[in-house]
C-alpha cells in the first residue's frame, strides 16, 4: 500500500474506503460471534428520549465488556498489523486504540441520521472510526453510509431536521471485508436499512494527547446529546 498516497486522501476527504482489507476467514470468525450475541432479537440499549430525537436505530455491543464472550476474534482485528500501520500514518505516534464496538441494526430500521461523533469546535481533537465490515452492504441489507467529502474542515454540521441532503455527499456500500475510516468531524449517516440485519464493527482510535471520553458529546443536525449523562445538552433544531 502506498500509505502516503492514502493519507493524502483521508485528509482531503476525511473518509478512507479500502476493500478486502481483512481475510475473508476473520470476517466469518467475528460474524459468528455477532450472530450469537445478538440472537437476531436484540434489545435496545438508549433511553428512549435519545431514540425519539435522534433517530439513531443502532444497538451497541461491547464485546469486551461482555462476560460471555472471550473477544478473541476481534482482538485479531485489532491487532491487525496493516491497519496498525496505517493508523500510525494517519494520526501519528502514541495513537490510542479504544474499546471495540459492534453496530447492529434491526431489519427495516431507521439506520442513523446526519452527526458528528464528536463537537468540532476544537479542530485537534477528534476520533477516527475504524469500521469493518463483517458482511456485505447492499441493495438488500440497506444502510448505506452517507459521507460529505472534506466536511470534516467544514465545522459544525449545519442544524436542521434529520436527513437533510448535501452537495457532496458519497454513497457508499462497503463489502465483506472491507475498511472504512471516518474522520470524527466528518458529517455522516446511514440510510434505512433493508430486509436483512446489519451490522458494523468499528475500532474507534484518539491521536495523541485526546482524551479517551472525545466521543461523549455527539452532534446531530437537531441536538448536540451527551451519552455518559443520558442529556440533551443543546436543541439545535424544533420538530
Known amino acids: 500500500m502506498d500509505y502516503q498516497k492514502l493519507k493524502q486522501e483521508f485528509w482531503d476527504k476525511g473518509y478512507l474506503y479500502?476493500?478486502?482489507?481483512f481475510e475473508q476467514a476473520a470476517m466469518d470468525e467475528c460474524h459468528i460471534e455477532i450472530q450469537k450475541h445478538f440472537n437476531m432479537n436484540p434489545d435496545y440499549q438508549h433511553d428512549q428520549e435519545?431514540?425519539?430525537r435522534s433517530e439513531a436505530d443502532v444497538i451497541p455491543w461491547f464485546p469486551s465488556k461482555d462476560k460471555s464472550s472471550d473477544g478473541k476474534a476481534f482482538d485479531k482485528l485489532n491487532q491487525n498489523a496493516a491497519l496498525d500501520e496505517l493508523t500510525q500514518y494517519l494520526l501519528g505516534d502514541d495513537w490510542r486504540s479504544l474499546e471495540c464496538m459492534v453496530m447492529f441494526s434491526n431489519p427495516e430500521s431507521k439506520g442513523q441520521p446526519w452527526h458528528q461523533d464528536c463537537p468540532p469546535e476544537q479542530t485537534e481533537n477528534f476520533n477516527l472510526n475504524r469500521l469493518i465490515y463483517t458482511s456485505d452492504i447492499n441493495e438488500k441489507t440497506g444502510g448505506q453510509t452517507l459521507v460529505v467529502e472534506g466536511s470534516h474542515k467544514m465545522g459544525l454540521l449545519p442544524a436542521s431536521q434529520n436527513n437533510q441532503t448535501f452537495e457532496n455527499e458519497v454513497c457508499l456500500s462497503p463489502t465483506k471485508g472491507s475498511?472504512?475510516?471516518?474522520?470524527?468531524?466528518?458529517w455522516h449517516r446511514v440510510l434505512p436499512v433493508g430486509t436483512v440485519f446489519r451490522v458494523s464493527t468499528n475500532f474507534r482510535c484518539v491521536p495523541k494527547n485526546t482524551p479517551d471520553n472525545v466521543t461523549d458529546i455527539c452532534v446531530y443536525?437537531?441536538?448536540?446529546y451527551q451519552f455518559s449523562t443520558k442529556q440533551v445538552l443543546e436543541t439545535r433544531c424544533e420538530f
Open 179 to 186: 475498511l472504512l475510516l471516518i474522520h470524527g468531524h466528518a
Open 18 to 21: 479500502l476493500e478486502n482489507f
Open 221 to 224: 443536525a437537531d441536538m448536540r
Open 50 to 52: 435519545f431514540l425519539t
